[in-house]
């Protein structure tokens, strides 16, 4: 039986602009097995937001698929994402998937008390018995560590910016969804309130056996919380890999950099350091490696044909041509 | 204060954007237009004071471009003649609320604590009492004997509406770097308002005026067709009062009589403010449309 | 306990104190404005009964003070006193012209028909207004958005007295559809009041083009405002969320989109009432619309002070009223208003 719940098959999505047509996900290929946290991290720009909203087909309206399938396989069957209509969409989303986006400050109506909004989920999808409902929901909110009396009549200004992430989260579970996305679900909070967020998010990753994919930029989150990690730059992704095959054999010098540019507690000042340059311009892409003005191991192939992934050990793969040498420590 | 960047900034480059928005440019157009009309043309074509009985109410022919009115007198010669003194006072009175606007805002908005309250507790006074009763009562006690007086009235009840909103301005633009500068190196109040942060919101301003203006010709216009300003010689506001008052309104044969000068005010009105719609969207890049 | 504590909340009392503290100021100045300004029509009132009448300085005293609810002969601060305790009684002295009518009686005659046709303009404007403006906003750049967009823009620039002669030339003159001269007045002489269907029909009939002045002339204003609300409340993230959780479009378009949109546009809608109040003194002069508008231009020509004094401050008194209750509106429908003093 096929383990994969989520399959991405060569998946490019562009934005219209006025400069020309923006290729932020270029011919992108991943699996989300049953289970597994899996973290795509990447600049802004990289295109892993894209990736992350085009599974549940909330692109802006100048965003579109141009090719690929999203697959998924649940209920016993296998569907195409990338092909659903807006009913069949309406359907699916929060249901089989749910996403939390970054930052949930405004990701609450203002005028409706968040019991309203709960309701209006769970109506959403046929769900229409309110004592049900608020159990469910008083439960989750528990779950998460609120007061579920006092959260659920508030307004979502009544809340902090911590709660409100916390509802957000406790909301996107009220479906039992088999698919939980995460985009930058830290950023913009407080580091107390971090730390708060990424326990929760362990608790929920063990005891309720969901896959999950976190979106983010923040190296050490997926340090915490996943068990595969992809790195993504230029809308490809350019290294896949177990998250011990990420952080201790890195092979890819972006994911290199990523790595480099954390800073640790005992480093000092003159040892900062960070990727030199800035993302490449998504409208007119060079041929040859994405990567090859930033690059401290680029030679002269790099320029010629973007590399493609390579499985080097099983289970990681790297898109480089030098990843031997990186290997080897030169 | 770099005065030929300044100029370059205010006349050259928006010309240049203006151009690229299409109702911006036909506005802009159109108003130059009728300015143009109102102030050079009165000296190529004269007002037509002569009575012809005979010609009562004619329809536009090639002699009368727009006919003739109730004593037979060309029409298009009338509203020629008829901007320039409503376009005038209209200028003066935009230009007394805006200075008065600016310098109250401004300052309220940089002094902040007492003096804010009260200047904007006079302004939220003002703003309540509507305006036009306002003028048209004091137009009953104030002999109104020259247009002068008539820009004043108008110009010192319009400004509580741009204080506001000079006021929010100037409050974002406070807290900005170059003028922590100023204040530390102690240049004194009123010298950081005038030299520091108005040049800045001269494009601001410049909208600010011509809202103003087009506010002040509907006080203007108002009070002419009621009546309540009896010293003018000609202008549009005064046709459209005329017609009403001798009850040309009711009859079929005068409508180039009073359509001309509607249709020239509204004009004036909507070029001004589309003008100045995309004049916002130049100085506000936010707001451009299409980008 | 709550209720009474939700009274005496920040934000109601703000508005009332302020609403009060409004119209009293506007009533001092009234007073001031009539007694002292140089040429002030008290003094020529009883120059005219003196020179006209051959009345004796203290009987046109006496009878100027009875007009002008003015007691002459004590100290200005009394006379001040003394017109602010009539205002509260409601006595606001008597017309000129129309010796032996109190000035209050007029008021109850004219008033009611501004506000039913200014009220039912603004509901009618709004409503339309708020509807176009989404649909603009949904089908943004499409020939929908453009041609309203466009049509609003002309509509909201042109003064709308003038727009109420255009009407009236164009509907009555011109096309013939209405019957002008017929039209004058708020009814029909000779139809009785109440609640039966000819005399709504008839009221309805008469506040037409009134209505309809009002209408065309701020219903563009509305449109524009709602669309780039809309525009604006489109871009939030909880739209976004709000469909990524799979509710209805119906749902979000009212909901989510439209409550919120609307809460920007109350600001405005109270300052139109004030504007619309105040254009009424020129549009019921040109329809001849027997409202508080039109006793105010006619007070005015004829120099009848004490109605213009009345009427005015009626005006404002009415402006600020309908400011009041459109902020309770807001407060309700916008949670982050503090109402209670928490």
């Known amino acids: 039986m096929d383990n994969r719940i989520l399959s991405i098959e060569n998946l490019s999505i562009e934005y219209s602009n006025i400069r020309g047509k923006v290729k932020a996900v270029r011919n992108v290929r991943l699996d989300l097995y049953k289970g597994e946290s899996l973290a795509v991290i990447g600049e802004s720009g990289s295109g892993k937001t894209t990736l992350g909203t085009a599974i549940i087909r909330l692109l802006p309206s100048s965003g579109y698929i141009k090719e690929g399938k999203i697959i998924y396989r649940g209920n016993e069957k296998e569907y195409n994402i990338a092909q659903f209509n807006e009913s069949e969409l309406r359907q699916f989303r929060w249901k089989e998937i749910a996403m939390v986006f970054q930052s949930a400050l405004n990701s609450f109506n203002p005028v409706l008390k968040i019991w309203d909004q709960v309701l209006d989920t769970a109506k959403a999808h046929g769900l229409n018995n309110k004592s049900i409902v608020r159990e469910k929901a008083m439960d989750l909110l528990r779950f998460v560590q609120l007061d579920p009396e006092r959260v659920i009549n508030s307004y979502p200004h009544e809340l902090s910016g911590g709660m409100r992430q916390r509802v957000l989260i406790a909301l996107s579970l009220i479906l039992e969804p088999k698919i939980l996305i995460l985009d930058e679900p830290t950023t913009a909070l407080d580091i107390l309130t971090q730390r708060n967020i990424i326990e929760l998010l362990r608790i929920i990753k063990k005891d309720m056996g969901l896959s999950m994919i976190f979106i983010s930029h923040d190296l050490s989150l997926a340090a915490e919380l996943a068990d595969r990690v992809a790195t993504m730059y230029a809308g490809a992704i350019v290294e896949l890999g177990s998250v011990n095959d990420i952080f201790y054999h890195p092979r890819h010098p972006y994911t290199l950099g990523l790595i480099k540019a954390v800073p640790t507690v005992s480093s000092s000042f003159r040892e900062l350091y960070s990727i030199p340059g800035s993302p490449p311009d998504l409208i007119n892409l060079t041929p040859g490696c994405k990567f090859y003005p930033r690059c401290e191991y680029r030679t002269k192939g790099c320029e010629e044909a973007e590399p493609t992934l390579v499985e080097i050990t099983p289970g990681h793969f790297v898109a480089c041509l030098r990843e031997g040498d990186i290997a080897d420590g030169r | 204060m770099n005065w030929k960047h300044l100029l370059k900034s205010i006349f050259i480059e928006p010309l240049i954007l203006i151009s690229r928005d299409r109702a911006g440019l036909i506005g802009f157009i159109i108003l130059l237009s009728i300015l143009l009309m109102s102030f050079i043309g009165p000296y190529f074509i004269k007002l037509d004071t002569i009575v012809k009985l005979d010609q009562i109410y004619q329809f536009p022919s090639r002699a009368h471009i727009l006919g003739t009115d109730n004593q037979g007198r060309d029409i298009f010669s009338q509203i020629v003649n008829g901007g320039k003194d409503v376009i005038v006072v209209a200028f003066l009175a935009g230009l007394i609320s805006t200075l008065i606007a600016v310098s109250l805002g401004a300052l309220s908005a940089y002094a902040g604590g007492f003096t804010d309250t009260v200047i904007m507790f006079i302004t939220e006074i003002i703003l309540t009492i509507p305006q036009f009763p306002l003028l048209a009562v004091l137009s009953a006690f104030i002999r109104l004997t020259n247009p002068t007086m008539l820009a004043l009235i108008i110009g010192f009840l319009g400004w509580p509406a741009l204080a506001r909103a000079i006021r929010a301005q100037v409050l974002s633009i406070r807290e900005r770097d170059y003028i922590e500068a100023a204040r530390v190196l102690d240049l004194g109040r009123w010298h950081i308002i005038f030299s520091e942060i108005l040049p800045n919101m001269l494009s601001y301003i410049v909208i600010s005026l011509i809202m103003a203006m087009t506010g002040a010709v509907y006080s203007q216009v108002g009070l002419i067709i009621l009546g309540l300003v009896p010293f003018y010689g000609h202008n549009w506001g005064l046709m459209i009062q005329l017609a009403w008052t001798r009850g040309a309104i009711f009859y079929k044969g005068s409508i180039f009589y009073i359509l001309s000068p509607i249709i020239a005010i509204a004009l004036f009105q909507w070029s001004a403010v589309t003008f100045t719609r995309s004049l916002e969207g130049i100085f506000n890049p936010r707001l451009r449309i299409g980008e | ?342």
């Open chain 3, 1 to 342: 306990m709550i209720r009474v504590k939700r009274l005496f909340s920040n934000y109601i009392f703000t508005r009332i104190v302020r609403a009060i503290l409004t119209i009293f100021i506007v009533a001092t100045l009234t007073f001031f404005i009539v007694r002292l300004m140089p040429g002030n029509p008290v003094e020529i009132y009883i120059g005219q009964l003196i020179s006209q009448y051959g009345m004796s300085f203290q009987d046109a005293k006496n009878q100027a003070a009875a007009l002008f609810s003015i007691n002459l002969d004590a100290p200005l601060y009394e006379q001040y006193l003394y017109y602010m305790r009539n205002l509260l009684r409601g006595d606001f002295g008597m017309s000129f012209l129309s010796q032996g009518t109190p000035v209050s009686t007029m008021i109850t005659a004219y008033l009611p028909w501004t506000i039913f046709s200014v009220g039912i303009s603004i509901l009618i404007s709004f409503s339309l207004g708020i509807i176009l403006g989404m649909i603009a906003a949904y089908r943004r750049g499409g020939v929908f958005d453009h041609i309203i967009s466009t049509i609003a823009a002309i509509l909201s620039a042109i003064p709308n007295y003038l727009i109420g002669i255009l009407l009236l030339i164009i509907i009555g003159v011109q096309l013939g559809l209405i019957p002008v001269s017929a039209m004058r007045g708020t009814v029909s002489p000779g139809v009785t009041p109440g609640f039966n269907l000819e005399f709504i029909k008839d009221i309805f009939s008469h506040a037409l083009l009134p209505i309809l002045t009002y209408v065309v002339s701020t219903v563009g204003g509305w449109t524009l405002s709602m669309k780039s609300s809309t525009l604006n409340t489109l871009g939030e993230d909880y739209v976004t969320v709000a469909k990524a959780r799979g509710l209805s479009e119906m749902r979000i378009t009212f909901s989510y989109v439209g409550r919120n949109a609307l809460l920007p546009l109350f600001t405005s809608l109270t300052m139109q009432m004030g504007f619309l109040m105040g254009g009424s003194a020129l549009i019921e002069s040109i329809f001849v619309y027997k409202g508080i508008g039109w006793a105010l231009g006619a007070s005015i020509a004829q120099r009848d002070y004490p109605v213009m004094q009345a009427v005015f401050l009626i005006i404002t008194i009415a402006v600020i009223v309908a400011n009041f209750i459109a902020d309770l509106f807001y407060s309700k429908l916008d949670p982050r208003i503090k109402v209670g003093g928490e």
